[in-house]
């Protein structure tokens, strides 16, 4: 089955900074990336997600770039503010089906 | 519009009792997950439902946990008897049909003692 790393499994940034967050997957199959945050008491809330048809997304200050060639894909967070600190996931699977998360990142805007 | 709701949204049992987890996915969501998320760890899927049926539980520990979805809108996950390694949170997402974007619920946070 699919088998998603996450890294890092914290990350600690200067409000304004850049954020990156990788993941890893294993099944050549998955073609739908999506990426959650999750904040304290709530569940998991979609940011943003990619399929493999594609190698880049971006919706503002998030970006998503998968590489299918070396089965990994990124978050990059520009700009960051201190409400985008949270516990990111990444998620593999084909076509949004039997999801495979991630560790989670935490992520700590400092002000 | 409502989120997908939980309840409750904590529960503190002794080992060996039962308990149950309620939700109540998005109006109009034909498909709906349990998941189990332990401490520091991303959601594990343990059973989907297409409707009323349960097209996927192969993670579903069914010794001793169990799921039901009456007339395909809410749905139960019960856990009899409870140990200690139960301890998590559990989380109900429903997406409009399968592999369509799943909203989540803020979960039920249990504690077994």
């Known amino acids: 089955g699919e088998n998603v790393e996450q890294h890092p499994s914290t990350l600690s940034v200067q409000e304004g900074d850049s954020a990156v967050i990788k993941c890893t997957y294993s099944d050549s199959a998955s073609n739908y990336f999506p990426w959650y945050k999750q904040e304290l008491g709530k569940g998991p809330q979609l940011i943003i997600d990619i399929r493999s048809n594609v190698g880049e997304k971006k919706d503002q200050r998030i970006a998503v770039t998968l590489n299918k060639t070396a089965k990994h894909f990124s978050l990059h967070i520009t700009e960051t503010q201190p409400e985008d600190s949270a516990v990111y996931f990444c998620?593999?699977?084909?076509?949004?089906?039997?999801?495979?998360f991630g560790a989670g990142t935490r992520l700590t805007v400092k002000p | 519009e409502a989120g997908v709701v939980q309840s409750p949204r904590y529960k503190i049992i002794e080992k060996k009792q039962p308990v149950a987890f309620w939700c109540n996915p998005i109006s109009g969501h034909n498909t709906l997950y349990w998941y189990l998320q332990n401490l520091g760890q991303g959601p594990e899927l343990l059973i989907r439902?297409?409707?009323?049926?349960?097209?996927?539980d192969s993670q579903l520990p069914k010794d001793r946990f169990s799921a039901e979805r009456l007339k395909g809108v809410d749905s139960t996950l019960k856990i009899q008897p409870a140990e200690l390694g139960d301890s998590a949170v559990y989380l109900c997402?429903?997406?409009?049909?399968?592999?369509?974007?799943?909203?989540f619920g803020p979960g039920t946070r249990l504690t077994v003692l």
């Open positions: 998620a593999a699977s084909i076509g949004n089906n039997d999801m495979r």
């Open positions: 439902y297409e409707n009323e049926e349960a097209v996927d």
């Open positions: 997402a429903s997406s409009l049909d399968l592999g369509y974007e799943q909203f």
